[in-house]
């Protein structure tokens, strides 16, 4: 059973900057392409950042250019190191591992661990 734990969320003003983290445990992790989700109160779920298993980047559109996400395999982790932080970005973040359908589109694989509320607000 995969437990995905993530970490580093809190209160920052517009403009600044924070670095979550995710901790997964229960698979083979080098081998996940995985994702930063984030759910905003009264909003669905949305995926935000993806890396592949071979390092390969993606970003949804509100983020690119502001988000960074990285994985270090040795320690089982994927992070997402986020600048320019504005008030639309306040929510609820996840990571997940992912699989991809025939229509290229990703789904989640695990269930969904404990998130890391960001909130920026001046």
């Known amino acids: 059973q995969v437990q995905l734990v993530g970490s580093g969320g809190g209160l920052v003003q517009p403009g600044r900057s924070l670095r979550l983290s995710c901790a997964a445990s229960?698979?083979?992790?080098?081998?996940?392409?995985m994702g930063w989700y984030r759910q905003a109160p009264g909003k669905q779920r949305e995926l935000v950042a993806v890396?592949?298993?071979?390092?390969?980047?993606t970003y949804a559109e509100p983020v690119k250019g502001r988000f960074t996400i990285s994985r270090d395999n040795a320690k089982n982790s994927v992070y997402l190191q986020m600048n320019s932080l504005k008030p639309g970005d306040t929510a609820v973040y996840y990571c997940?591992?992912?699989?991809?359908?025939?229509?290229?589109?990703?789904?989640?694989?695990?269930?969904w661990g404990q998130g890391t509320q960001v909130t920026v607000s001046s």
């Open positions: 890396i592949a298993s071979g390092g390969r980047t």
């Open positions: 997940n591992r992912l699989g991809i359908d025939y229509r290229g589109s990703y789904y989640t694989l695990a269930s």
């Open positions: 229960g698979s083979i992790f080098s081998s996940d392409d």
